[in-house]
């Protein structure tokens, strides 16, 4: 997300430091990241995208993240110790009900529980322009759809096909109908997560959620843009 001058990483799993030199937004200028949960695809390049920033002169960072995520910081930095002394981390660990801005951000950041093998929050940003949702790892379920009731943009994971028996995760049939049992005043849904057996199953999957959701379904990509 890019407010102003500055960037709000949320999750940063293998490809992002490639990533974000492709959508020219400078690394050294990341010195925020939310985590959803410390499972690998979701935390894979943060180590790098630290050592990156410290090679280029920026140290400090904050990273916010659910419970357990500072003893996980503390772990795997100091698996790397010729970095260990040399850069400033805060980690912050979240709870619902905590609402936040980051410092230098002019939003407001509201998180949930959502239903995942692990704790995972996922999180809503509300600023000026407008409110997104950002579900990370879980199966649909009520607080991800209380914390997106209103927002103009629900990035929602959607990890396997329609039809596919799966806990822990989302189909588009299993998104498609909560989004009918909670009618949320939801602007426009971005699918993101999509694992390998997804492949090909696009179309079908905008087409479910279609049934059940009036507004704009898009498929996330990589260095995809959404304006609010
Ligand atoms: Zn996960
Ligand atoms: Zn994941």
Redesign the pocket.
Known sequence: MRLEEKSLLIDC?SGVLNRLSEAEILHTKVDTVLLSHL?L??VADLMCLLKANWLCGKTDMRVYGPKRTEEWFSRVLGAYDYILDKVDVEVIELFPGKDFTPEGFDCEISCTYAMHSVPNLAYRVAAEDGKFVYSG?TEPCRNVMDLAAEADLLLH?C?FPPGTEVTNHTTPSTLAEILEEFESDIGSICLT?FYPNMRGHEKEAISRLREYFEGEVILGEDLKKLEM
């Open positions: 799993g499972h695809d979701h790892d994971e990890s997560h």
